[in-house]
């Protein structure tokens, strides 16, 4: 793994680095190294000596340069990025005595460095540092330790970057590191790539593959590593106390928390010998592992490989092509049978790493393409690389080059040139917005004149007891209802009444013989919406699901003939628009276009967060149709909330954290004393508990408590449900539940096999035919050669091979997910993770337990009714503690106030587009927690959370959408203002007092779904 770190003071750090463990001033010469083109350019060669590398921090170069604040003292000292090895080789290097692997290792880390020095080393030039120019050039102190702090063996190896580059006027200026830090995964990447390819060139066998393509070497057993990982024993004996630290997360907050000063070391040659001494009380032998590696290197280099000699045996091109495909398949477990694969233009010289390089970046694409239409190239490499082929950086950049002369990946265009994406994704877009324009003025209008359809509308909403809809609202309905375009878009904000709109539109348009169908994305909203809207609901994979059958070039025309005669005149209302992807919208225009359908409106919100699986077409839409604007904001009550709503709602998010500073609980303005993350991690989770129940019961059932992610989540439901155990209000009845927790993976990743862990809950929807593996649930007991063995309860053993998973299944056919323990107890709040329509228990809905008992688990779920659960009953593992959810799961929900968690240090989640969700939720009030006001900020100006483009990012993106009629909003409000002067009876006011008024009735949060985010 690598970590990185900022360097303290110069002084303190030459004497860590340079002293630690207590090496002599040989050692030191032995371990430590200058590196970097910076570094030789400053006539840094050979060891570090610690006055030399003290003054380098302070930016003080040999020749008495000096570079940025160095002169007053004040200069940063640089970054630490420490390469830590796979403890099985330090294991075979210290206690079996193979000091080849610690070349290897330093080979890796300096091949890591090289590629970080060329494309990532970058300096600000120019009045202010307004410029950042590419300088390709660092300083580099290199030091090699081999202990844990424990002192078991560890070989790891600190980069200490300094705070230096050289631009190519010849001038010194402080190092501007963001892509350092930013690509610091991908780094671990290339480092374990390399280092995978060292090794195997030692004659060692690689074992499993991890996270970020780490891996331990074939041949040490785990209790071997065990023996020597004293420290992670620690760690675990220390988590397992607390309850709250078993995540990876937790035992990450537990390793710091836990850390001891480093030993100092006398003797090294006694450690030595204390290392062999335990190794031989604990069994453990490796100089076989160590003889056998020696002796595979030896013999390959006295005699050509196996796939030479496949290859020179080889003469026609054809089968050795096809002998190349059989290689790979057998010996790297992955199936050459899918278009994103290049091979070399003459196959005839393409070589086993080619291959390989070629299906790692046709992996890594499928991956990344199922959840976003445009990706990165540092996103491709590293996806390329985790995979643990035999390849490394530079074989992947050469395929990707490939890929790109042969026109299967195109690249960005402008300040977008770093992305890329893929014809078929260019031709999906295209085709999809070319199918929402098809019909533009060729549908008979349901109401032929737009005025006559205002005055329908007002009256719709007069009778359903409504207030007079706005201009926006009004708006709404003359576009669905008089539009000649068979597709229209309704752009609304958050809390803009697009409910009561559509209800009006339903209303008028099943008085014109119309019938109305409304889709959403969940079954949870098809409850909401039509008990807001008064229209019948189903969700919109439902529908797609049910009809795309005729979408088939073998559909029979009689049935398409029935089925559109069925849809003739029909209006098809999309809520929640922005949450469909590109896929499921295409197949749901397709539809509308083949039916024949009147209207299919989409309804949402572009600036709410997208799909989970690629595009934002709902966005491109507006580009195409004729788009409504709902921009009111009904729902809030409180200036506050209605001024941080017109920013967000304006692309404003930093306006809108200023203007909340009053109802803010900031941890760095409070708390600053605590400085690292996991401790003001702790102080967002006490604090927003302590908010939470500072509320009386009634205000809590109107409250949304949000989390920016899962595990900041559960922590907070943990922290409330002990809480109010100790208020009394919980408790009675106690039951220890082991839940399903689906893991957020891609059907790519599913095909994986190190994506499964021994303990892993697989869930099986549909038969996978081809392996005769039945639907059902079983636990993950081995894994071996890449074949995953289930055991399901009756103890039937089944063997997947994932790998032969369809990369094209369904979504949700097949899931794989851990256990997690919960305590249920009476009066607790529950959140469901799955569906049970037929006892009304809905995916992210909320229920209350009522009892526990022998007879089982007795819910009241939202509408009120009882329902007793066994305690078999498989609804006991798909739910959650249900008092804080994550932004994802209430987009949509509207409630009287919100406590909002954020936490910078989650950076892919501190986004624009979540901060607009969890400040638009409540009507009178909101308190934000966070860990700090200026890196939130820095985090909503860095992040706007947004959807890739296909389109977007070749810049071939242009707005075909025709007006909506100029000045129908000023003219509709106009006569909106006419009316109400006429009235005898004034409108009665929607602004409550600028205090919180504790009368206005407490209402239930509305959820949105579970995403599995």
Not at 336 to 354: F, K, S
Not at 691 to 698: G, I, K, N, V, W
Not at 731 to 739: E, F, P, S, W, Y
Not at 824 to 836: F, G, Q
């Amino acid at each position: 793994m690598i970590s990185a770190a900022s360097v303290g003071g110069a002084g303190a750090a030459g004497s860590y680095y340079t002293r630690d463990n207590s090496y002599s001033a040989e050692d030191l010469e032995q371990s430590s190294q200058w590196l970097g083109a910076g570094a030789q350019t400053a006539g840094l060669v050979g060891s570090v000596s610690i006055d030399t590398f003290t003054e380098v921090l302070k930016g003080r170069l040999p020749d008495g340069r000096v570079i940025g604040n160095g002169q007053t003292g004040s200069h940063r000292a640089g970054m630490d990025l420490t390469f830590s090895a796979p403890k099985s080789l330090s294991m075979l290097a210290y206690v079996g005595g193979d000091t080849r692997l610690l070349d290897a290792n330093m080979a890796a880390v300096k091949a890591t460095l090289a590629w970080a020095e060329k494309h990532l080393a970058e300096a600000r030039t120019g009045a202010g540092g307004a410029n950042v120019v590419k300088t390709g050039n660092l300083i580099v102190a290199l030091f090699q330790h081999d202990t844990s702090r424990n002192l078991d063996p560890q070989a790891h190896v600190h980069a200490v970057i300094a705070n230096a580059t050289q631009t190519a006027d010849g001038k010194w200026h402080a190092l501007h590191n963001d892509k350092l830090w930013s690509n610091n995964t991908l780094l671990g990447s290339i480092y374990h790539a390399y280092l995978r390819e060292g090794v195997t060139k030692l004659g060692y066998a690689i074992g499993s593959i991890g996270k970020h393509g780490s891996f331990e070497i074939a041949g040490v057993d785990r209790n071997a590593v065990e023996a020597f990982s004293t420290r992670r024993a620690e760690i675990l004996a220390a988590a397992a106390e607390v309850l709250d630290y078993q995540s990876p997360a937790g035992l990450e907050q537990v390793a710091l928390r836990t850390r001891a000063e480093k030993a100092d070391i006398a003797d090294r040659g006694e450690l030595l010998q204390t290392w062999q001494d335990r190794a031989a009380a604990n069994g453990i032998d490796l100089t076989p592992v160590v003889e056998a590696a020696r002796t595979a290197a030896a013999a390959a280099a006295e005699q050509p490989s196996a796939w030479t000699k496949l290859v020179a045996g080889t003469r026609l091109i054809s089968e050795r092509t096809a002998r190349i495909v059989d290689y790979i398949r057998e010996h790297l477990g992955i199936e050459p049978n899918d278009n994103a694969v290049l091979l070399p233009a003459r196959a005839e010289y393409g070589t086993p790493i080619e291959v390989a390089a070629a299906h790692g970046v046709a992996s890594a694409i499928r991956h990344l393409h199922e959840r976003e239409a445009a990706f990165s190239t540092a996103g491709v490499i590293k996806a390329a690389l985790d995979l643990g082929l035999p390849i490394t950086i530079g074989d992947v950049e050469r395929n990707l080059k490939s890929l790109a002369r042969e026109g299967k990946l195109v690249a960005g265009t402008g300040d977008q040139k770093h992305m890329l994406t893929t014809p078929a994704a260019i031709g999906f877009e295209r085709a999809l917005l070319d199918a929402i324009a098809r019909d533009h003025g060729t549908v008979v209008p349901i109401v032929a004149d737009r005025d006559d359809a205002g005055q329908r509308l007002q009256s719709a909403a007069a009778t359903r007891g409504q207030f007079t809809l706005n201009a926006g609202q009004e708006g709404t309905g003359r576009l669905i209802l008089a539009s000649r375009d068979r597709i229209v878009a309704v752009q609304g904000i958050a809390g803009a009444g697009k409910s009561a709109a559509l209800g009006a539109v339903a209303d008028v348009a099943r008085a014109q013989g119309r019938n109305v169908l409304a889709l959403v994305p969940t079954h949870k909203l098809v409850d909401d919406l039509g008990r807001g809207s008064g229209i019948d609901t189903m969700t919109t994979a439902k529908f797609v699901a049910s009809h795309q059958w005729l979408l088939k070039d073998t559909v029979n025309p009689e049935r398409l003939t029935f089925a559109r005669e069925a849809f003739h005149g029909s209006v098809i209302v999309v809520d929640e628009a922005s949450m469909l992807g590109t896929g499921q919208t295409t197949k749901l225009v397709a539809l509308a276009n083949l039916l024949g359908v009147d209207r299919l409106a989409l309804v949402g919100d572009k600036r709410q967060l997208g799909a989970i699986e690629a595009g934002k077409p709902f966005a491109q839409a507006q580009d195409r149709v004729q788009t409504a604007e709902l921009t009111e904001n009904l729902r809030g009550r409180h200036s506050l909330v209605r001024a941080a709503a017109e920013h967000v709602n304006n692309d404003r998010p930093v306006a809108a954290l200023d203007v909340l500073k009053p109802w803010t609980r900031d941890a760095a303005a409070e708390a600053p004393t605590l400085r690292d993350r996991d401790s003001r991690r702790d102080w967002l989770v006490a604090t927003a508990t302590a908010e939470y129940l500072a509320l009386t019961p009634d205000e809590r059932a109107s409250t949304l408590l949000i989390s920016s992610s899962r595990a900041l989540g559960d922590a907070l439901n943990k922290g409330v449900q002990r809480a109010l155990v100790e208020e009394g209000r919980v408790g009675a009845g106690l039951l220890k539940l082991q839940v399903f927790d689906t893991l957020s993976l891609t059907r790519e990743q599913e095909r994986y096999a190190s994506s499964y862990a021994i303990g892993a809950i697989v869930e099986i929807g549909r038969e996978i035919k081809d392996q005769k593996i039945a639907p059902g649930s079983a636990t993950v007991t081995a894994i071996k050669n890449n074949i995953v063995e289930l055991t399901r309860a009756n103890g039937t053993v089944d063997r997947l091979d994932p790998k032969r998973l369809s990369d094209r299944r369904t979504a949700n056919s097949f899931r794989i997910g851990t256990i997690k323990e919960i305590e249920l107890r009476e009066n607790d709040k529950v959140r469901w993770t799955a569906n049970d329509r037929d006892r009304g228990l809905l995916n992210a809905g909320i229920a209350d337990v009522v009892s526990i008992g022998e007879n089982g688990v007795v819910v009241r779920n939202a509408s009120g009714i009882e329902v007793t659960l066994p305690t078999r009953d498989r609804m006991l593992k798909n739910l959650d503690l249900g008092y804080a959810l994550n932004t994802h799961k209430v987009q949509g929900a509207t409630a009287d106030r919100a406590i909002a968690v954020m936490d910078s240090s989650e950076r892919s989640l501190a986004s624009a587009k979540l901060f607009l969700v969890n400040t638009t939720r409540p009507r009178d009030a909101i308190t934000l927690v966070i860990d700090s006001h200026d890196r939130i900020a820095a985090g909503l100006e860095g992040n706007s959370g947004d959807k890739t483009s296909a389109l977007e990012i070749i810049g071939a993106l242009r707005s075909l959408s025709p007006p909506v009629r100029p000045g129908e909003r000023e003219a509709i409000a106009a006569g909106i203002a006419a009316r109400n002067a006429k009235s005898e009876a004034p409108e009665p006011s929607r602004a409550p007092p600028e205090r919180f008024i504790e009368r206005v009735p407490a209402r239930a949060p509305e959820i949105q779904p579970d995403h599995g985010l």
